[in-house]
């Protein structure tokens, strides 16, 4: 294949305006997605807005197309570092590994994880890159849609417009949500009848109870992930919602309510158990019904996962033997390189588990020779994956999930326990995470850059670059948005104390079982960790607000498997669960256990996200718009989302910021009727269906290229 600039043709590519722009891309959508990632528990891909970003910017200072393809490769990069951290480094807090997230040593630990894994997948796909890039086979079906979005682009007009646009809007809906101007949900305890049931006539029961109603939040990124993912993938995420919060906490709290609650209990009390239930019961039964889904998925993946695994040992061979023509655009890191990074990644992954994790020097040897292997065969499944279904497709947290169980068996077996073999199974499974999604979307952009006729090895170091600022700035938003919820829920909950007029309050009792109590002044200076156990806060990671399913689901099985305090019982009950939904033949099992994990109206914003997408194919079809108009709605569309979704991030980041370093802002103490909040959720719906209709463009205008991915 010849590609769009010839081999022996230099443009300028490897320019310092290109890396800037990939790099500051690099962070901000890398943290959008960590943002997006910790509270819907998804992520979306990055190379389509940073490939239209880097466009524009390019474009603007007169540059080349490979200064373009340059840019998105760095700028793209980012959201895989922030997929791996987030499905990982907060599996330390909820854990308890790390009782206090915000440390020096954390964030050192946290930033050598991320570098260490970055390094590691881009080193096995400089190894893998020419014989994965140039497999028939493999079609990469988004590479070839981002590289023809770039040569579309360079005959004018990039949709910079959409993006920038919905980014304002989304921004603005989320700070006047963030400052209180009408109420951002609405939620309302219907009560049961309380009754008495006979069991075979023998055994009596009361039991009282009823349903938690709650509306959509008032969230743009939800609305933009549904729209994204689309009406079929949004009822799945949904109905997970709807069998959480309509069947098993109304059951759960029928039967436990009489022998919790007091008879005359107010509303706000119903609310709490109903939401002690969630959290407590359906969450674990959630976390089996994700560990089912996710086996099953790498269950219909089997022959592609064996045929990558065959594949990738003949295919270093070749790349190691260097039997072939290096010409510009062949040209990788030299192998004494990529040898030099693998020997870096083993010698950091053995030292965090020795000096930082504690755990015996044989112990951690293993460690890092366990994820060196996984983390080789893991890079070369993922690019496999990626250059048949793409990287939105890629199952990284099912990859996670099978290197944290098999690293957590051998730990087992060498005889660690405890907090530091949790901690030791977590780091490795962290590195191999991300690992395994910087190397899917790094042979994804490598295969755009084969077509447009990018330099491999210029690509490979900008990655470098783009993994190591990543690696040193995304600790900043996980750290912010932990902290300044717990800031924020603290400030909250010292608010209603002091309207209850309370004095006195009294902590949990702590490890060895003693109960202290603080005045409400004493509890006001107590750091943001402290003030949280005291007021056992439900803030921070795994949260309502935070909820991170795959920590989550990471935390609980490294502590069951590492110490053997599994909830079994209820993680076997969410297995049979999943099982059921597999012999039902639900698309996703995984999509729906998600859905149970997340609150209500997290999964009830992107569903209506997905249906508003639903009513727009609808109207295209009503219309009778041919394919190249539906490609133009569709990539408008996608391009309108992911404005909403980074603009509410970047402004949810900014208030959180506040909320951490406890600066005041003006809040309106009594927020508007909820009438405001459905005008606010109809507007966005008008928006995402309108514009991408009202440029659908001419019937006669060729087909650009899909962002459908």
Same mark, same amino acid.
């Given at each position: 294949?010849?590609?769009?600039?010839?081999?022996?043709?230099?443009?300028?590519?490897?320019s310092?305006?290109?890396?800037?722009?990939?790099?500051?891309?690099?962070?901000?959508?890398?943290?959008?997605?960590?943002?997006?990632?910790?509270?819907?528990?998804?992520?979306?891909?990055?190379?389509?807005?940073?490939?239209?970003?880097?466009?524009?910017?390019?474009?603007?200072?007169?540059?080349?197309?490979?200064?373009?393809?340059?840019?998105?490769?760095?700028?793209?990069?980012?959201?895989?570092?922030?997929?791996?951290?987030?499905?990982?480094?907060?599996?330390?807090?909820?854990?308890?590994?790390?009782?206090?997230?915000?440390?020096?040593?954390?964030?050192i630990?946290?930033?050598l994880?991320?570098?260490?894994?970055?390094?590691?997948?881009?080193?096995?796909?400089?190894?893998?890159?020419?014989?994965?890039?140039?497999?028939?086979?493999?079609?990469?079906?988004?590479?070839?849609?981002?590289?023809?979005?770039?040569?579309?682009?360079?005959?004018?007009?990039?949709?910079?417009?959409?993006?920038?646009?919905?980014?304002?809007?989304?921004?603005?809906?989320?700070?006047?949500?963030?400052?209180?101007?009408?109420?951002?949900a609405?939620e309302?305890?219907?009560?049961?009848?309380?009754?008495?049931?006979?069991?075979?006539?023998?055994?009596?029961?009361?039991?009282?109870?009823?349903?938690?109603?709650?509306?959509?939040?008032?969230?743009?990124?939800y609305?933009?992930?549904?729209?994204?993912?689309?009406?079929?993938?949004?009822?799945?995420?949904?109905?997970?919602?709807?069998?959480?919060?309509?069947?098993?906490?109304?059951?759960?709290?029928?039967?436990?309510?009489?022998?919790?609650?007091?008879?005359?209990?107010?509303?706000?009390?119903?609310?709490?158990?109903?939401?002690?239930?969630?959290?407590?019961?359906?969450?674990?039964?959630?976390i089996?019904?994700?560990?089912?889904?996710?086996?099953?998925?790498?269950?219909?993946?089997?022959?592609?996962?064996?045929?990558?695994?065959?594949?990738?040992?003949?295919?270093?061979?070749?790349?190691?033997?260097?039997?072939h023509?290096?010409?510009?655009?062949?040209?990788?890191?030299p192998?004494?390189?990529?040898?030099g990074?693998?020997?870096?990644?083993?010698?950091?992954?053995?030292?965090?588990?020795?000096?930082?994790?504690?755990?015996?020097?044989?112990?951690?040897?293993?460690?890092?020779?366990?994820?060196?292997?996984?983390g080789?065969?893991?890079?070369?499944?993922?690019g496999y994956?990626?250059?048949?279904?793409?990287?939105?497709?890629?199952?990284?947290?099912?990859?996670?999930?099978?290197?944290?169980?098999?690293?957590?068996?051998?730990?087992?077996?060498?005889?660690?326990?405890?907090?530091e073999?949790?901690?030791?199974?977590?780091?490795?499974?962290?590195?191999?995470?991300?690992?395994?999604?910087?190397?899917?979307?790094?042979?994804?952009?490598?295969?755009?850059?084969?077509?447009?006729?990018?330099?491999?090895?210029?690509?490979?170091?900008?990655?470098?670059l783009?993994?190591?600022?990543?690696?040193?700035?995304?600790? +900043?938003? &996980?750290?912010? /948005?932990h902290? =300044?919820?717990?800031?924020?829920? *603290?400030? $909250? @909950?010292?608010?209603?104390?002091?309207?209850?007029?309370?004095?006195?309050?009294?902590?949990?009792?702590?490890?060895?079982?003693?109960?202290?109590?603080?005045?409400?002044?004493?509890?006001?200076?107590?750091?943001?960790?402290?003030?949280?156990?005291?007021?056992?806060?439900?803030?921070?990671?795994?949260?309502?607000?935070?909820?991170?399913?795959q920590?989550?689901?990471?935390?609980?099985?490294?502590?069951?498997?590492?110490?053997?305090?599994?909830a079994?019982?209820?993680?076997?009950?969410?297995?049979?669960?999943?099982?059921?939904?597999?012999?039902?033949?639900?698309?996703?099992?995984?999509?729906?256990?998600?859905?149970?994990?997340?609150?209500?109206?997290?999964?009830?914003? +992107?569903? &209506?996200?997905? /249906?508003?997408? =639903?009513?727009?194919?609808?109207? *295209?079809? $009503? @219309?009778?718009?041919?394919?190249?108009?539906?490609?133009?709605?569709?990539?408008?569309?996608?391009?309108?989302?992911?404005?909403?979704?980074?603009?509410?991030?970047?402004?949810?980041?900014?208030?959180?910021?506040l909320?951490?370093?406890?600066?005041?802002?003006?809040?309106?103490?009594?927020?508007?009727?909820?009438?405001?909040?459905?005008?606010?959720?109809?507007?966005?719906?008008?928006?995402?269906?309108?514009?991408?209709?009202?440029?659908?463009?001419?019937?006669?205008?060729?087909?650009?290229?899909?962002?459908?991915?």
């Amino acid at each position: 294949m010849q590609p769009f600039v010839p081999s022996d043709q230099n443009l300028r590519e490897f320019s310092l305006r290109a890396v800037l722009i990939g790099l500051v891309m690099a962070v901000v959508l890398g943290s959008a997605n960590a943002y997006l990632g910790l509270k819907a528990g998804m992520t979306i891909a990055a190379t389509y807005p940073a490939a239209v970003i880097g466009m524009a910017l390019i474009k603007l200072m007169k540059g080349t197309i490979l200064e373009e393809n340059m840019a998105r490769t760095v700028g793209s990069i980012g959201e895989s570092v922030a997929a791996g951290a987030i499905f990982t480094i907060p599996a330390f807090v909820i854990s308890g590994i790390w009782p206090k997230f915000f440390t020096a040593g954390n964030y050192i630990t946290s930033s050598l994880i991320m570098f260490t894994g970055g390094v590691l997948g881009i080193m096995f796909v400089a190894l893998l890159r020419r014989v994965m890039v140039e497999d028939a086979e493999l079609p990469y079906p988004e590479s070839v849609a981002a590289a023809e979005i770039h040569k579309a682009g360079a005959r004018g007009g990039s949709g910079t417009t959409f993006l920038f646009g919905a980014m304002g809007l989304g921004a603005g809906i989320q700070a006047l949500v963030q400052l209180s101007l009408f109420a951002s949900a609405w939620e309302k305890f219907a009560a049961f009848k309380t009754a008495t049931i006979n069991l075979a006539g023998t055994w009596k029961a009361k039991v009282a109870g009823g349903m938690l109603l709650t509306s959509p939040g008032i969230s743009p990124a939800y609305m933009g992930v549904g729209y994204i993912i689309g009406p079929k993938l949004g009822a799945l995420n949904f109905s997970g919602g709807i069998m959480a919060w309509g069947l098993l906490v109304p059951i759960i709290t029928y039967f436990l309510a009489p022998g919790v609650l007091p008879e005359g209990a107010p509303q706000s009390d119903w609310i709490a158990l109903s939401v002690s239930v969630w959290k407590f019961i359906v969450r674990p039964i959630a976390i089996g019904g994700m560990l089912m889904g996710a086996c099953f998925t790498l269950f219909k993946m089997r022959k592609s996962l064996m045929t990558g695994l065959t594949r990738s040992v003949s295919d270093v061979k070749k790349a190691a033997s260097g039997d072939h023509v290096v010409d510009r655009v062949n040209k990788d890191l030299p192998f004494t390189y990529v040898l030099g990074g693998l020997a870096f990644a083993a010698a950091v992954t053995f030292l965090i588990t020795w000096q930082i994790f504690h755990v015996a020097p044989l112990v951690s040897f293993v460690a890092a020779l366990v994820m060196v292997i996984l983390g080789f065969f893991f890079a070369a499944i993922s690019g496999y994956l990626v250059g048949i279904m793409g990287s939105s497709n890629n199952p990284i947290s099912g990859l996670t999930l099978t290197a944290l169980v098999l690293t957590a068996l051998v730990m087992v077996l060498l005889g660690v326990k405890g907090r530091e073999g949790v901690a030791a199974v977590l780091g490795v499974a962290a590195i191999v995470c991300v690992s395994a999604a910087v190397a899917g979307e790094m042979l994804q952009d490598l295969k755009a850059g084969h077509i447009l006729g990018g330099t491999p090895w210029r690509m490979e170091m900008g990655d470098l670059l783009g993994v190591a600022l990543a690696s040193i700035v995304l600790f +900043i938003p &996980l750290m912010v /948005l932990h902290e =300044g919820d717990i800031s924020a829920q *603290g400030t $909250k @909950r010292i608010a209603e104390l002091t309207a209850q007029q309370v004095q006195v309050v009294t902590a949990p009792a702590d490890a060895n079982g003693v109960v202290k109590t603080y005045t409400l002044d004493e509890v006001k200076k107590l750091p943001a960790d402290q003030k949280k156990a005291v007021l056992a806060l439900d803030a921070g990671f795994g949260s309502k607000q935070l909820a991170a399913p795959q920590a989550g689901l990471m935390a609980l099985l490294s502590r069951g498997i590492v110490e053997g305090k599994m909830a079994w019982p209820l993680i076997i009950v969410g297995m049979m669960m999943g099982l059921a939904f597999i012999l039902m033949q639900v698309k996703s099992p995984m999509l729906v256990s998600v859905g149970m994990y997340l609150p209500l109206e997290t999964t009830f914003a +992107i569903f &209506l996200g997905g /249906l508003i997408k =639903g009513v727009v194919e609808m109207v *295209g079809a $009503k @219309r009778g718009l041919n394919e190249a108009q539906k490609v133009r709605v569709e990539n408008n569309g996608v391009l309108l989302a992911a404005g909403l979704i980074a603009g509410e991030a970047l402004v949810g980041l900014v208030f959180a910021s506040l909320a951490f370093f406890e600066v005041k802002y003006k809040i309106i103490a009594n927020p508007g009727m909820f009438w405001i909040s459905l005008v606010i959720l109809a507007g966005i719906a008008i928006y995402l269906v309108r514009v991408p209709l009202a440029n659908a463009g001419a019937a006669d205008e060729p087909a650009p290229p899909s962002a459908n991915f």
